[in-house]
Nanobody, 130 residues
Framework: QVRLLQSGGGSVQTGGSLRLSCAAS????????MGWFRQAPGKEREGVAV????????YIADSVKGRFTISQDTAEKTVALQMNSLKPDDTAMYYC???????????????????????WGQGTQVTVSS
């Protein structure tokens, strides 16, 4: 059974940093797009950062550009989201997700369509207080 196991998250004050990690198991790591989505109460799920594992293209949402970074560790089959300069607006449940992607698939073309991702992690809460 394919699984995505998330770790990290928690509560910080404005300006603080957190790191989320997502480990894939029972899954061919190659041939996938993996990324992070978030959902705040009363809002739709939105793409935060996505990476094409093979092609290397990345997508970072405008709302977090310059503050968040997505990276991958091929050997460990993990994708991480480093979140710096956190703001209260970043408060949400964060989910790791994966879907099959060809190497040429631009990460930006799938990041705005969370419904196209069919493998999801368990979610982790990120809370930023002012």
């Amino acid at each position: 059974q394919v699984r995505l196991l998330q770790s990290g998250g928690g509560s910080v004050q404005t300006g603080g940093s957190l790191r989320l990690s997502c480990a894939a198991s029972n899954m061919f790591y190659s041939g996938y797009c993996m990324g992070w989505f978030r959902q705040a109460p009363g809002k739709e799920r939105e793409g935060v950062a996505v990476i094409n594992i093979d092609g290397g293209s990345t997508y970072i949402a405008d709302s977090v550009k310059g503050r968040f970074t997505i990276s991958q560790d091929t050997a460990e089959k993990t994708v991480a989201l480093q979140m710096n300069s956190l703001k209260p607006d970043d408060t949400a449940m964060y989910y790791c997700a994966a879907r099959v992607c060809t190497w040429s698939k631009e990460a930006s073309s799938v990041a705005t369509n969370p419904g196209s991702f069919n493998i999801w992690g368990q979610g982790t809460q990120v809370t930023v207080s002012s």
